[in-house]
């Protein structure tokens, strides 16, 4: 990598500036491609659940911009390891794995196995159940701006069972969702509300809420495993750039080598169900 680095010279008693460009070489530190591994099953609640997909891909250096990362010609089944029940996911030729014969259960546990280039990789994840969304309001009372709009999000959390949930809000203009992590240690059995309200922040382009925003939501279960990789993940996001947060750590997911642990890959098997609803300011 070549970066330019402009150094000024003023010359005193006189109007002219002189500009000297040096070029300064940069050995940029290149980790080897690891295998990336996005198998996040979504079993939206009241459907079937059959169709899912999985995708894979090797990492790339962060300056390189080729999108030729996609794997072929992998092996990719998620076994239940209650019945033992087999799922075959079919390679379309681009990076993903689909198949429409998946058969979630609740409770049950499942193990993803993926074997690429000679090398096994496994993961181990359980569906719980996820509750209804009870309403969808909103107020400005509750946020830190009293005159921004906010989002209500209210659920009854379920007894007897540990739940945790992850929360996407997606304003239908927006590229990304903002991600909100939970469990009921303090709402266990009780109606949970999840606030929202959006600020105006000049330096990431964000504006506040305004009548006729469109709000996608979407309330998943998760495992506690997950609900913990998400919360550092999240976390970790959120405090780019704070002077006193915590050094940024690659955070490993649940995919283990089996034959080499070291090369692990990037990514995680997930399993959720999760309920969907929408809302628009008036």
Known sequence: MRTLVKN????????????????????????PPRLVIEASLDWEKGTDGKEQAIKLSMSNPYFDTSENNKVVGASVKIINN???????????????????????VLNQSYTLTIINKGETYTAIETFSSVPDIEEVYQTTEKGVDKDALEVN????????????YLLKVKEQADLLPQLFYGSDDFTD???????YER???????????????VLDIKLHSVSERYYNYMRLLIDQYDNVGNPFSATPVPLKGNCINQ?????????????????????TFE
């Open 8 to 31: 000024i010279c003023i010359v005193v008693g006189s109007i002219l500036v002189v500009s000297c460009t040096d070029v300064i070489n940069v050995e940029v530190p290149v980790a």
């Open 153 to 164: 999000i209210v659920f009854k959390d379920p007894l007897p069972q540990v739940n945790f």
């Open 189 to 195: 059995g009780n109606l949970s509300t999840i606030i």
């Open 82 to 104: 209650e019945n033992q029940s087999e799922t075959l996911f079919v390679d379309q030729n681009n990076g993903f794995y689909t198949t429409a014969e998946f058969n979630p």
């Open 259 to 279: 034959e080499n642990p070291e090369n692990y890959a990037f990514g995680y098997f997930r399993l959720t169900q999760v309920v969907k609803s929408n809302f």
């Open 199 to 213: 600020l105006e922040d000049e330096d990431n382009n964000q504006k506040e809420f305004k009548s006729e925003d």
